[in-house]
């Protein structure tokens, strides 16, 4: 998704130090794209889900708050223990820059077998003991749903084989594009786009995903543009009314597949929103304080999944999912300074303070000095699970120094660190947990992100330029005027959305 990112906001201006509230930008597009195996719950599909509810924190001490280990570990079949103790890479790849077509598939068939054959290769050689592989569809795998599950198919008889001959315990996510934005304004919950990404969904389950992913993009075409103008309440609508709503129908849909199938239902990403949010103040377009207090305004979205039935490890560009595990105990997969190759950071060593799993977000294939560029993250993210798995086999002492070791690495630069934080995260993940709705939560990470922000500075945990400042009180300003009521809020808001560009009732609104 963040290569489609960048060329979508190719024409925004960078951030001027000015006073005035709107942050300064040119023309833009539109789109802007870009069974141990299962809890019981899951083992019988004729039975109906009770959705989940969380009302308090999953963790009530900061030292058991840590790499590796999780209060509900995901067990495979195989015998791949997720968040029991030890943290394992989980690759994820994709093709370089190429046409997919019906005359190209022989080409694409051959990209991938190359790249999770050598992969597997490379992982052997280092003895690791476990790996988990991603395969994110591109869109065009999506709205051919069979091209994306022959794909599937390969990677998975290729993670097969090298747990049958080397004895390394193997597991496949799949993740299908969300296609619906391509529909503008986006159909969220009818029409051809929806079809296809269901089906795709399917169609991967039965090739033998281990578990099911997706970024999904509901309300994005109303966060894109808040992210722009610094709109912090209409930020609130995307995330919380929008968003929180379309992740609901959608993960109720993703769990029954997941449940006809035996497949782990595993999590989504705010990606689009709070990783678009960094992309931008990292490249000076946004205040990074406004990319901090967005990045905890996703969590009531993401946590949405788990509300319907997902049970991790949640997804790796989730950089919310520290918040995630904190509440739910559920397994989380993170990326940092190994996905240096996908986008750049402020975050490259205090996300990997809480994973379950490690990863390097998402790489081409490419040649590289060492070897194709899969090869070559496969190694880091080995070396650096390595490093982590030694840390923690010589006792939890060791282990809670090397996760506070990657925490201090960072915190002190940038808010947007410091919000990742465990002990920061356990505290603002509580006072979010205190609400009902989903739209209340996420008012309530407005409000308190903002403020903890505000008492860090003044106390020197990082520091911030006047302009920071000056958008930390602004924005604390417009969290102040957000209601209680929701459905007072929601009428304020809609009165402000632009119907060309967003259909309420796709939300059911």
Not at 57 to 76: E, K, Q, S, V
Not at 94 to 103: Q, W
Not at 197 to 207: H, I, K, V
Not at 229 to 250: I, T
Request: glycine letters at 6%.
């Amino acid at each position: 998704m963040l290569h489609s990112l960048r060329s979508s906001f190719a024409h925004v201006s960078p951030l001027e130090n000015d006073n005035s509230h709107t942050l300064v930008y040119s023309d833009i597009k539109d789109t802007i794209h870009e069974l141990t195996f299962l809890p019981k719950i899951y083992s019988d599909p004729s039975k109906k889900k009770t959705m989940n509810t969380f009302h308090e924190l999953a963790y009530h001490n900061l030292d058991d708050f840590i790499y590796g280990r999780c209060l509900h570990p995901l067990t495979l079949k195989n015998g791949l223990v997720i968040g029991g103790g030890t943290v394992y890479p989980e690759l994820n790849f994709t093709l370089p820059g190429m046409t997919i077509a019906e005359d190209t598939m022989e080409e694409v068939r051959k990209q991938y077998s190359q790249m999770i054959g050598e992969a597997c290769t490379r992982a052997v050689e280092l003895q690791a003991t476990g790996l988990v592989v991603e395969f994110e569809l591109l869109p065009t795998l999506t709205t051919e749903p069979e091209w994306g599950a022959e794909v599937a198919t390969i990677l998975r008889d290729t993670l097969d084989q090298t747990q049958a001959r080397h004895g390394l315990k193997v597991a496949l996510r799949v993740t299908p594009n969300d296609v619906r934005e391509f529909e503008r304004p986006p159909l969220m919950r009818r029409g051809e786009y929806v079809d296809k990404m269901f089906r795709s969904f399917e169609l991967c389950a039965q090739a033998g995903a281990d578990f099911l992913a997706v970024e999904s993009t509901g309300g994005k075409e109303v966060h894109d543009q808040a992210i722009l103008d610094g709109n912090l309440p209409m930020s609130v609508f995307a995330l919380g009314v929008l968003g929180s709503r379309d992740m609901a129908y959608l993960w109720e849909r993703i769990v029954a597949i997941s449940r006809q199938y035996s497949v782990i239902p595993s999590g989504d990403s705010a990606c689009g929103f709070g990783n678009t949010a960094m992309v931008l103040a990292e490249q000076h377009y946004i205040p990074r304080v406004w990319a901090a207090a967005i990045r905890v305004m996703t969590v009531a979205r993401s946590l949405a999944a788990f509300e319907q039935g997902a049970v991790g490890p949640n997804k790796d560009c989730a950089y919310e999912g520290v918040y995630i595990k904190a509440i739910t105990g559920y397994p989380i997969a993170l990326e940092g300074a190994e996905a240096a190759c996908a986008h750049l950071s402020p975050i490259g060593n205090i996300a990997k303070a809480v994973p379950d799993l490690w990863s390097n977000e998402s790489v081409q294939n490419v040649k590289l000095l060492g070897a194709m560029a899969p090869t070559v993250s496969l190694e880091q993210l080995v070396y650096a699970t390595r490093l982590m798995n030694v840390a923690s086999a010589q006792g939890p002492a060791a282990a809670r120094t090397l996760r506070d070791w990657w925490v201090v690495s960072d915190s002190h630069y940038d808010p947007q660190a410091y919000v990742l934080r465990p002990d920061v995260a356990l505290y603002l993940a509580g006072e979010i947990i205190t609400e009902p709705t989903a739209y209340r939560r996420t008012r309530r990470a407005a409000v308190a992100v903002l403020a903890r922000l505000r008492k860090a500075h003044s106390q020197g945990a990082f520091n911030l330029s006047k302009h920071e400042l000056r958008w930390l009180d602004k924005l604390s300003s417009q969290a102040d005027t957000l209601p209680e009521d929701e459905d007072e809020f929601i009428a304020s808001r809609a009165a402000e959305v632009d119907r060309s560009k967003v259909l309420l009732g796709e939300y059911g609104l």
